[in-house]
Nanobody
């Protein structure tokens, strides 16, 4: 059974940092593109960032570019999301997900992700 389990969410002040982790079991992480998405109250789920299976390429959405960094440790079957310079508008439930996609157009579309975690809440206070 495939499981993606996020951790590391919580409350942070604006300008602060948080590091999210996504631990995978039941699948070989190195075979998948891994992405992070988020969903704020009353809004649709949106793409945040992703890293291809090899780690050679990463993609970020414009709102988080320069502030968020995705990294993967295939040996540990874990993906990380380092979030710096947090803003109140970053408040959302953050989800990690696994995809077989390899191009930017497909990677940024949540319909191309086959496995999802349960999400972790991130709240940024002003």
């Amino acid at each position: 059974q495939v499981q993606l389990v996020e951790s590391g969410g919580g409350l942070a002040q604006a300008g602060g940092s948080l590091r999210l982790s996504c631990a995978a079991s039941g699948l070989t992480l190195s075979l998948y593109t891994m992405g992070w998405f988020r969903q704020a109250p009353g809004k649709e789920r949106e793409f945040v960032t992703a890293v291809v299976w090899s780690g050679a390429s990463t993609y970020q959405s414009d709102p988080v570019k320069g502030r968020f960094t995705i990294a993967r440790d295939n040996a540990k079957n874990t993906v990380y999301l380092q979030m710096n310079s947090l803003k109140p508008e970053d408040t959302a439930v953050y989800y990690c997900a696994a995809s077989g996609a390899a191009t930017r157009v497909l990677i940024t579309d949540d319909r191309n992700y086959v496995y999802w975690g349960q999400g972790t809440q991130v709240t940024v206070s002003s």
